[in-house]
């Protein structure tokens, strides 16, 4: 174990990865000279020269196709995006190519790729640089979608998301980078894809809350705690495949569930969340299932308004004690 | 295993990658006269070249015509057979630009090299050598069809031949193009990558970061524009400010080339050269101009264009160029022609058959291939 920042732990996960399998490489913009946007692939193109550590031109549809090629032509991509806002820009390269081409060539391709980045608001950064696409990306059948919420599983969840041979979407947070935590140091240490993690074991209500709303979800569970009640917080990890058996497991003891989610929530993991334990754990809700999400609108950039936009503990709190009727 | 050009070469890509050559101070500046650029395009006009000079023996030439011929009778065939509503969906025919795939394929080590285009992908797919029942089978939506019924008409696909797709979205594969020429230059294997695309895609973003990419990283590709002058409805000068695409190179500062469609010598001539370069991690654009002889689609009755433009192009039909040069030159007779359009004929029908016997793909195969993960949990 070591304590290690965020941006550090993907950075061994990518580092462990490449010295393990020639035919991994890492291309995006500034990953090489500049070390990276927000520094994750530090010293990595010193380490691994420009043949596997690529810069490249502001061409996000560009890169990501070419990535997606050299998945075909049986290479390991990880494509770095600089913020996932500007995967839009690559959007047809992901959802038609990256998540398509195996199921319309009958399985003759495989596509093992990661699209990996920082995810959702970092701030006042405004709408173009503020959105959450787990949502989004989690939509299409062909992709994988994970969001880690601290450096230990996001090294693991790295690691299996570069060994694994379909595309993974891999979501990062601005704000997260500087994380410290514990991190296991070993090469073999695999967090396997799909599989969520009880973050701390409670009876009363089940908060179901993944990457920077997990922390949301503790800090509920902390004030929850002082009052007596207690909650268990499920970070899914993986978005698509969803761990919804461990959820389902949680609500069977719980009988309640509140879902924090960064996303908008029209048509979003949290509304996909409700109705599938609606479907699978509806004899056992003793209370609607409620969600704290950001709001229906684009994000803003007024200190007073993407605080009020964003999904807060407060909301979270007041949304765990109605489903337990002790508000 | 690497050679020693490939070293080189892989130097020049670190000097791109990584920065300013050799560390020195780059300082932008305005020069006080006017700038005057020279362009030179090499052409490969229809007709200029013989089969000696291309190396191809009477046996070469009876294969490519042969080949040229099972696109044109099977795409007729599924012409018939969407009438018949035995193919359903989008089919966009090849007729006329058959030159294109099989002086392309009579160009690179098939299943060595890697191909990828649109989804007017038919012809190409018989140039590689995809035989006539598993393209017929695919149209059909049958379990035997090279994509197991998955792709249809526009999505057929061949790994053993590495054919990378027929693609449906317009200009959406060409970078995926420019990253499998990115692999053979990554595992140093020497394949390159013929990325095909109309000219319609020109319009299309992707198209020109391709190009840049492919250029700035020295990629073993060869773009090649089949101009068959409309996309759609749209002619091209109705969309393009530039319509004389192979110049495009120049702002890439890859070379380009016009070559004429419509006769396969020129385009193998042609392609000939530029996979070379490729070879030498030289990519390059070719504007092919062809035609195609039917609409768009099988809905598309063409009325944008005139019935004299049309029957001007077949008179250069690629197909009826190289049976009189083959006349001319005693090459062959008009029997063994008709015989091999015949054999031809009884090859696409067959096809035809064993589409109809090939099964529907089983319920359950919804659910495969989707994902490589054998278990993934669908949602019900
Ligand atoms: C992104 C996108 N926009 C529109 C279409 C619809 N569409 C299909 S083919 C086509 C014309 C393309 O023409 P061209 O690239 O010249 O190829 P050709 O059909 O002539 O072979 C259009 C507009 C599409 N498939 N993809
Ligand atoms: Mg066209």
């Given at each position: 174990?070591?304590?290690?920042?965020?941006?550090?732990?993907?950075?061994?996960?990518m580092?462990?990865?490449?010295?393990?399998?020639?035919?991994?490489?890492?291309?995006?913009?500034?990953?090489g000279?500049?070390?990276?946007?927000y520094?994750?692939?530090e010293?990595?193109?010193?380490?691994?020269?420009p043949?596997?550590?690529i810069?490249?031109p502001?061409?996000?549809a560009?890169f990501?196709?070419?990535?997606?090629?050299?998945?075909?032509?049986g290479l390991r991509?990880?494509?770095?995006f600089?913020?996932?806002?500007?995967s839009f820009v690559?959007?047809d390269q992901l959802?038609?190519?990256?998540?398509?081409?195996r199921?319309?060539?009958g399985g003759?391709f495989?596509i093992p790729?990661?699209?990996r980045?920082?995810?959702g608001?970092?701030?006042?950064?405004?709408?173009t640089?503020?959105?959450s696409?787990?949502?989004v990306?989690s939509y299409?059948?062909g992709?994988?979608?994970v969001?880690p919420s601290?450096?230990?599983?996001?090294?693991?969840?790295l690691k299996?998301a570069?060994?694994d041979d379909d595309?993974?979407?891999?979501l990062?947070?601005?704000l997260?980078?500087?994380?410290?935590g514990?991190?296991?140091?070993d090469p073999e240490?695999?967090?396997?894809?799909?599989?969520?993690?009880?973050?701390?074991?409670?009876?009363?209500?089940t908060?179901v809350?993944?990457s920077k709303s997990?922390?949301?979800?503790?800090?509920?569970a902390d004030r929850?705690?002082?009052?007596?009640y207690?909650?268990?917080?499920?970070?899914?990890r993986?978005?698509r495949?969803?761990?919804?058996d461990?959820?389902?497991?949680?609500?069977?003891?719980?009988?309640r569930?509140?879902?924090?989610?960064e996303?908008?929530?029209?048509?979003?993991v949290s509304?996909?969340?409700?109705f599938?334990?609606q479907?699978?754990?509806?004899?056992?809700l003793?209370a609607?299932?409620?969600?704290v999400?950001?709001k229906?609108?684009p994000?803003?950039?007024?200190?007073?308004?993407?605080e009020?936009?964003?999904?807060?503990a407060?909301a979270?709190?007041e949304?765990?004690?109605?489903v337990?009727?002790?508000? | 295993?690497?050679?020693?050009t490939?070293k080189?070469?892989?130097a020049t890509q670190?000097?791109?990658?990584?920065?300013?050559?050799?560390?020195q101070?780059v300082?932008l500046?305005?020069?006080s006269k006017p700038?005057?650029?020279e362009?030179t395009?090499?052409?490969y006009p229809?007709?200029?070249?013989?089969?000696?000079?291309l190396?191809?023996s009477?046996?070469?030439?009876?294969?490519?015509?042969?080949?040229?011929?099972?696109?044109r009778r099977?795409?007729?065939r599924?012409?018939?057979m969407?009438g018949k509503?035995?193919?359903?969906?989008?089919?966009?025919?090849?007729?006329?630009?058959e030159?294109v795939?099989?002086?392309?394929a009579?160009?690179?080590?098939?299943?060595h090299?890697?191909?990828?285009?649109a989804y007017?992908?038919?012809?190409?797919a018989?140039?590689?050598?995809?035989?006539?029942?598993?393209?017929m089978?695919?149209l059909?939506g049958k379990i035997?069809g090279?994509?197991?019924?998955k792709g249809?008409?526009m999505?057929?696909?061949?790994?053993?031949?590495?054919?990378?797709?027929g693609h449906g979205i317009?200009?959406?594969h060409?970078p995926?193009?420019?990253?499998?020429?990115?692999?053979?230059?990554?595992?140093?294997?020497g394949?390159?990558?013929?990325t095909?695309?109309?000219?319609?895609?020109?319009g299309?973003?992707t198209?020109?970061?391709?190009m840049?990419?492919a250029?700035?990283y020295?990629l073993?590709v060869?773009?090649?524009?089949?101009?068959n002058?409309?996309?759609m409805?749209?002619a091209?000068?109705?969309a393009?400010?530039n319509?004389e695409?192979?110049r495009?190179?120049?702002n890439y500062?890859?070379p380009?080339?016009l070559v004429?469609?419509m006769?396969?010598f020129s385009?193998?001539?042609?392609l000939?050269?530029?996979?070379?370069?490729?070879?030498?991690?030289?990519?390059?654009?070719?504007?092919v101009r062809?035609?195609r002889?039917?609409?768009?689609?099988?809905?598309?009755?063409?009325?944008y264009r005139?019935?004299e433009?049309?029957e001007?192009?077949?008179?250069e039909?690629?197909?009826?160029r190289l049976?009189?040069y083959?006349?001319?030159h005693?090459?062959?007779?008009?029997?063994?022609l008709?015989?091999?359009?015949a054999?031809?004929k009884?090859e696409v029908?067959?096809?035809v058959e064993?589409?109809?016997k090939?099964?529907?793909p089983?319920?359950?195969s919804?659910?495969?291939?989707?994902?490589?993960?054998p278990?993934y949990?669908f949602?019900?």
């Amino acid at each position: 174990m070591a304590i290690m920042q965020f941006r550090e732990a993907i950075r061994a996960a990518m580092i462990e990865e490449m010295e393990r399998d020639e035919r991994v490489f890492l291309i995006g913009e500034e990953v090489g000279q500049y070390d990276g946007a927000y520094k994750v692939s530090e010293g990595m193109l010193k380490r691994f020269g420009p043949k596997r550590v690529i810069d490249t031109p502001i061409s996000e549809a560009g890169f990501a196709g070419l990535g997606i090629g050299a998945a075909l032509n049986g290479l390991r991509p990880i494509v770095e995006f600089m913020t996932f806002n500007f995967s839009f820009v690559a959007f047809d390269q992901l959802v038609n190519n990256a998540a398509k081409i195996r199921y319309m060539s009958g399985g003759q391709f495989k596509i093992p790729i990661v699209f990996r980045g920082p995810n959702g608001a970092a701030g006042q950064l405004a709408a173009t640089h503020s959105t959450s696409t787990e949502s989004v990306y989690s939509y299409f059948p062909g992709l994988k979608v994970v969001a880690p919420s601290n450096p230990d599983d996001a090294k693991g969840l790295l690691k299996s998301a570069i060994r694994d041979d379909d595309p993974v979407i891999f979501l990062e947070s601005e704000l997260m980078y500087s994380m410290r935590g514990e991190v296991n140091e070993d090469p073999e240490y695999l967090i396997p894809l799909g599989k969520a993690r009880i973050a701390r074991e409670g009876e009363d209500v089940t908060i179901v809350a993944h990457s920077k709303s997990y922390w949301i979800a503790l800090e509920v569970a902390d004030r929850l705690a002082e009052e007596g009640y207690s909650a268990e917080v499920i970070d899914p990890r993986t978005i698509r495949p969803f761990d919804f058996d461990t959820v389902v497991q949680s609500i069977k003891k719980t009988n309640r569930c509140v879902i924090i989610d960064e996303s908008n929530p029209f048509a979003s993991v949290s509304s996909e969340v409700a109705f599938q334990v609606q479907q699978r754990a509806f004899d056992y809700l003793d209370a609607p299932v409620l969600r704290v999400t950001a709001k229906d609108t684009p994000a803003p950039y007024a200190k007073n308004l993407i605080e009020y936009y964003m999904p807060s503990a407060d909301a979270a709190y007041e949304a765990c004690k109605k489903v337990m009727y002790v508000d | 295993m690497a050679s020693k050009t490939r070293k080189k070469q892989q130097a020049t890509q670190v000097d791109q990658a990584a920065g300013q050559p050799n560390g020195q101070v780059v300082q932008l500046q305005v020069p006080s006269k006017p700038i005057h650029f020279e362009q030179t395009f090499e052409t490969y006009p229809a007709g200029a070249y013989t089969h000696e000079e291309l190396g191809l023996s009477r046996e070469d030439l009876l294969a490519i015509y042969r080949n040229m011929l099972l696109q044109r009778r099977f795409e007729e065939r599924a012409a018939q057979m969407y009438g018949k509503q035995k193919i359903a969906g989008f089919l966009h025919l090849y007729i006329g630009e058959e030159a294109v795939s099989t002086g392309a394929a009579w160009s690179i080590k098939i299943g060595h090299d890697s191909v990828i285009t649109a989804y007017r992908d038919h012809g190409i797919a018989l140039a590689l050598g995809m035989t006539a029942n598993e393209c017929m089978a695919e149209l059909f939506g049958k379990i035997d069809g090279c994509s197991r019924g998955k792709g249809g008409s526009m999505h057929f696909f061949k790994a053993e031949k590495k054919f990378f797709g027929g693609h449906g979205i317009v200009g959406g594969h060409v970078p995926l193009g420019v990253g499998i020429a990115f692999a053979h230059k990554y595992k140093e294997d020497g394949g390159v990558c013929l990325t095909f695309f109309g000219d319609g895609a020109m319009g299309q973003g992707t198209v020109h970061e391709s190009m840049n990419l492919a250029a700035l990283y020295k990629l073993p590709v060869v773009f090649i524009i089949e101009n068959n002058q409309y996309a759609m409805g749209t002619a091209v000068w109705r969309a393009f400010a530039n319509t004389e695409f192979y110049r495009y190179a120049a702002n890439y500062n890859m070379p380009g080339a016009l070559v004429d469609g419509m006769d396969v010598f020129s385009v193998m001539k042609a392609l000939r050269k530029y996979v070379a370069l490729a070879r030498e991690y030289q990519p390059s654009v070719l504007e092919v101009r062809t035609y195609r002889y039917r609409g768009h689609s099988m809905s598309d009755p063409a009325k944008y264009r005139t019935k004299e433009e049309l029957e001007a192009k077949k008179k250069e039909d690629p197909i009826i160029r190289l049976k009189s040069y083959m006349l001319q030159h005693g090459l062959s007779t008009n029997e063994e022609l008709d015989a091999i359009d015949a054999d031809v004929k009884k090859e696409v029908q067959a096809s035809v058959e064993f589409a109809e016997k090939s099964p529907l793909p089983p319920l359950e195969s919804i659910y495969e291939d989707v994902y490589a993960q054998p278990d993934y949990p669908f949602l019900a």
